[in-house]
């Protein structure tokens, strides 16, 4: 469904041009980069007058991230739905569902999840075909669901990994890694824990 259209006194029709040193544009944009706006937004409420927050840069990385393993986990549960495969449908539950868990509060995990949102991205768009040919009712050739699982478990891997990691507090107190943690299993099979 489209959008509704705005009325005229809502619509934004005029340009306002400024100059900026190289310096400032950088520093423009690194304010709106820290409050996780997009530059012309954070522009103009800065003009107006308003003092937009800086938000967390945690958050942002968590916030991506987050974005990316719902969806995947909605490509996986559609090509479940369509082909019946249940194996598209642990992946679902997988990437929407238990690594999230795994990851919710792992600050100390940032700089990784960072590094891994770019293969996740690239990996997300592999599935994301594939949903599209089963849902357009083509059948799904092996290759590229092969190809599709081998980039979805290169990318979750290291998040895998590393959320089975006790955190540095943890350490220190003495707790041990999370029960039942394996390791990733065959290359069509999410990571899982324990039976499930």
Request: net charge neutral; aromatic share 4%.
């Amino acid at each position: 469904m489209a959008r509704p259209r705005k009325s005229p006194q809502e619509q934004r029709r005029h340009v306002v041009n400024i100059r900026l040193t190289d310096a400032e544009l950088a520093q423009l944009k690194e304010h709106a980069a820290a409050a996780g706006m997009p530059f012309g937004r954070y522009a103009r409420e800065t003009v107006l007058g308003k003092r937009p927050r800086a938000r967390p840069a945690q958050l942002i990385i968590f916030q991506k991230l987050l974005y990316e393993l719902q969806s995947a986990a909605t490509n996986f549960q559609q090509l479940a739905d369509v082909t019946g495969e249940e194996v598209y449908a642990r992946w679902a539950r997988y990437t929407g569902g238990q690594l999230v868990e795994q990851l919710l509060g792992r600050n100390d995990l940032a700089e990784l999840i960072e590094a891994q949102i770019e293969p996740l991205n690239m990996a997300g768009h592999t599935v994301n075909r594939l949903a599209h040919m089963a849902n357009s009712g083509h059948d799904v050739p092996s290759e590229l669901r092969d190809e599709a699982f081998e980039a979805m478990r290169a990318a979750l891997e290291p998040l895998h990994e590393a959320s089975m990691a006790p955190t540095a507090a943890n350490k220190d107190a003495g707790t041990p890694p999370k029960e039942g943690a394996q390791s990733p299993g065959p290359s069509h099979e999410p990571p899982s824990r324990g039976g499930r």
